[in-house]
């Protein structure tokens, strides 16, 4: 492969691995965690790209929001909240269990009747 190509090949791989690079979460383990590993979550309640978990609730299932400057995907979306965004997963808010200890709990899935469900790829 001559320099030419290598230029060309490089200028077409890194637009695809920047945009993997800003999905907000990981699959392991056949569910949605964020960076530390930690299982997100989504609730019944939410519809319409809008959050229904506020003020308590949130505090015991805290939002994965977004760093500013944050680019929404294909898959990804952004939902205004709180005067910041919070993460999307096809249109349904993303969120973690603060009674998750440690990378892999899933000790949310069911909770409030069955609302809150662990968030799994599509």
């Known amino acids: 492969m001559n320099c030419k190509h290598l230029v060309l090949a490089l200028g077409l791989a890194?637009?695809?691995l920047?945009?993997?690079?800003?999905d907000p979460a990981t699959v392991k383990n056949g569910m949605l965690v964020d960076a530390?590993?930690?299982?997100?979550?989504t609730f019944?309640?939410?519809?319409?790209g809008k959050s229904m978990?506020?003020?308590?609730?949130?505090?015991f299932w805290p939002p994965l929001m977004a760093e500013s400057g944050a680019k929404a995907g294909e898959d990804w979306t952004l939902i205004n909240r709180d005067g910041g965004q919070q993460w999307a997963y096809y249109g349904k808010p993303l969120y973690r269990f603060v009674k998750?200890?440690?990378p892999g709990d899933?000790?949310?899935e069911g909770k409030m009747d069955g609302a809150?469900?662990?968030a799994k790829p599509q």
């Open 14 to 16: 890194l637009p695809a």
């Open 18 to 22: 920047a945009a993997h690079a800003a």
């Open 36 to 41: 530390k590993g930690m299982t997100l979550y």
């Open 44 to 48: 019944d309640k939410d519809s319409g």
């Open 53 to 59: 978990c506020t003020g308590q609730c949130e505090q």
């Open 100 to 102: 998750d200890q440690k």
């Open 106 to 108: 899933a000790t949310g």
């Open 116 to 118: 809150w469900h662990v």
